[in-house]
């Protein structure tokens, strides 16, 4: 599901993570200078990978409207980056 906040309260990535787990979230910046500060305002959180889809929308249509924003979380339906495979030595 996506839950659309538009807070107006600049919080940091821990912080809505620390809240929302499981979930990925938008939130907008207010430069593109502030991107390594890992804050923002969050915009809107998808607490299951069902509405990712959705939130990707959501940032597009911000981004056409001229917001800068920056996706961030995770499901944690897996918990690891990349490709995993096992090895069996033969």
Same mark, same amino acid.
């Given at each position: 599901?996506? @839950? *659309?906040?538009?807070? @107006?309260?600049? @919080?940091?990535?821990?912080? $809505?993570?620390?809240?929302?787990? &499981?979930? @990925?979230?938008?939130? $907008? *910046?207010?430069?593109? &200078?502030? *991107?390594?500060?890992?804050?923002?305002?969050?915009?809107?959180?998808?607490?299951? &990978?069902?509405?990712?889809?959705?939130? $990707?929308?959501?940032? &597009?249509?911000?981004?056409?409207?001229?917001? *800068?924003?920056?996706?961030?979380?995770?499901?944690?339906?897996?918990?690891?980056?990349?490709?995993?495979?096992?090895?069996?030595?033969?």
């Amino acid at each position: 599901m996506l @839950k *659309i906040l538009d807070e @107006k309260v600049l @919080k940091t990535d821990d912080e $809505i993570e620390e809240q929302y787990k &499981d979930c @990925k979230y938008l939130t $907008i *910046i207010d430069s593109y &200078d502030k *991107i390594a500060d890992n804050d923002g305002y969050l915009y809107c959180v998808s607490t299951s &990978d069902e509405s990712f889809n959705e939130l $990707i929308e959501e940032r &597009d249509r911000l981004e056409d409207a001229g917001k *800068i924003c920056v996706l961030g979380g995770s499901y944690n339906n897996g918990g690891a980056v990349g490709v995993q495979y096992e090895y069996k030595e033969q």
